[in-house]
């Protein structure tokens, strides 16, 4: 009885496993030479290169100091560092001997012309939404760049994480290929809106939580996450900013990088808006912030802008440079001659704290970050800069002007350990 179980039990395992090996196989498919620039139309190329810029792709490419799309740019995940590869047509190290079927295949399927799978760290369970016409532009853009050899760096996911048929079993949990459905009950704007957020731009991979391994929380989609040590805020009516995420505003902030009841974009945000937004028409932003106006539910919370701006404007002129409180007047020598706003109104370029999205977060790490090491003048507003305290402060004095700012411009309970979060934040700064 023993053996009779044994031989079923292998013959199970057997028969499984080669039902898995079918399922993670894909067929290498045919090298190609790489393909004269002139072969493709220029408005193809220039239509790619617009994608090009809201999927962020120079971004995720382009290692610090190195040639663009080159790869080589670290990635930190929960299982290990993935450096991005070289999407450069070179023949040897980038995608040069990929014909536009391989391009395809790895966009909306996530998987190599060799037949390998990728990690999720590439988004293409975000890019399978992509038409086959943008596939085709993207692919006329980057097959007109430059090549560049350059040897893709080695990952650090340990094994048996790093066994790329695995990956099979990922995508049959999380991944469902398919073209972005749009929805008829929605106009089009809404739709395009949702089209770019939800394919190329990906929105979701950075505000969108992940579990235990790595796939998006679709059932949190939106929710916010932390992503290279900046909280990413929920955009959804969960964000805990006291005036709504308005049409106008979005666009604002997306056109600019700054928002006159939000702040300025900073950390990973900056290159989103600054390097790879700016490359799409004013009609696509348009269509994000409808989209997003919606996913935050802002027209219905449209009455609460107001009171928040008259509380913020109120907040302004309590308690600063008050000569018995020594909180107050060193947050008056370092901070108010800049984040003042009278009753005049609101000026985006001096970003009041109280309507900041960084004060009423759940998480202070934003507004740590910003206090530690500034935002420079290619981050934000165009040519404003916030310097960075770290060399002149402590992380006692970071933590007093937070925990003063969280108690006198917002309504929202305090954040504990403040100082320890400070020297944390402080220990593990990357490069912007």
């Known amino acids: 009885m023993f053996r009779r179980i044994l031989i079923g039990l292998i013959a199970a395992l057997v028969v499984g496993l080669a039902a898995f090996a079918a399922l993670a196989w894909r067929p290498e498919i045919a090298p190609i030479a790489p393909p004269a620039a002139s072969a493709f139309a220029p408005e ?10 809201a999927g962020y792709c120079a971004t995720c490419h382009t290692t610090k100091g190195g040639k663009p799309y080159a790869g080589g740019y670290a990635m930190q995940t ?20 990929w014909s536009e079927e391989a391009f395809r295949r790895a966009m909306q399927e996530g ?24 596939v085709s ?18 990952n650090t996911i340990p094994f048996p994480l790093n066994i790329r048929p695995l990956q099979a079993g990922w995508k049959l949990l999380f991944f469902r290929s398919g073209r972005f459905e749009a929805l008829p009950d929605r106009g089009p704007e809404w739709n395009r809106g949702a089209y770019l957020a939800e394919g190329i731009s990906h929105c979701g991979a950075c505000h969108t939580p992940r579990n235990l391994l ?14 290279d040590n900046w909280l990413a805020p929920p955009l959804t009516k969960a964000n805990p900013s006291p005036a709504p995420w308005s049409q106008e505003e979005l666009f604002a902030y997306l056109r600019k990088g700054v928002s006159r009841l939000h702040g300025t974009s900073a950390g990973a945000m900056s290159p989103v808006v600054h390097d790879g937004l700016a490359k799409l028409p004013d009609a696509d932003l348009h269509a994000l912030a409808v989209y997003f106006a919606d996913v935050d539910d802002a027209e219905a919370r449209a009455g609460e802008a107001a009171p928040a701006i008259q509380w913020a404007l109120a907040a302004n002129r309590r308690g600063v440079g008050e000569p018995y409180d020594a909180t107050s007047r060193f947050y008056t020598a370092a ?28 998480d202070p790490t934003n507004l740590i970050r910003v206090i530690l090491f500034g935002i420079g003048a290619k981050e934000g507003a165009p040519g404003v800069v916030m310097p960075g305290f770290a060399q002149g402060f402590s992380d006692a004095d970071v933590a007093r002007i937070a ?8 309504r929202r309970p305090p954040w504990p350990d403040l100082e320890q979060k400070v020297a944390a934040i402080r220990a593990v700064r990357q490069p912007d």
């Open 335 to 362: 901070c108010a001659s800049c984040h003042y706003n009278g009753g005049d109104g609101l000026n985006p370029l001096r970003p009041d704290l109280a309507l900041n999205s960084a004060a009423n977060l759940h």
């Open 78 to 97: 929960g299982f290990g560092i993935i450096y991005s590869t070289n999407i450069t047509p070179d023949p040897k190290t980038g995608i040069g001997a």
């Open 137 to 154: 532009a993207l692919y006329a853009y980057l097959m007109t760049r430059a090549p560049v050899e350059a040897a893709p760096r080695a």
């Open 44 to 53: 193809l190329v220039a239509r790619g290169e617009a994608l090009a810029g």
């Open 111 to 134: 998987v190599t012309r060799s037949g390998s799978h990728l990690f999720p760290a590439f988004p293409y369970d975000h890019f399978t939404k992509l038409s086959d016409a943008d």
């Open 403 to 410: 925990a003063y700012l969280r108690a006198t411009r917002t």
């Open 214 to 227: 790595g796939a998006e929380e679709r059932s949190q989609a939106y929710a916010g996450a932390l992503i």
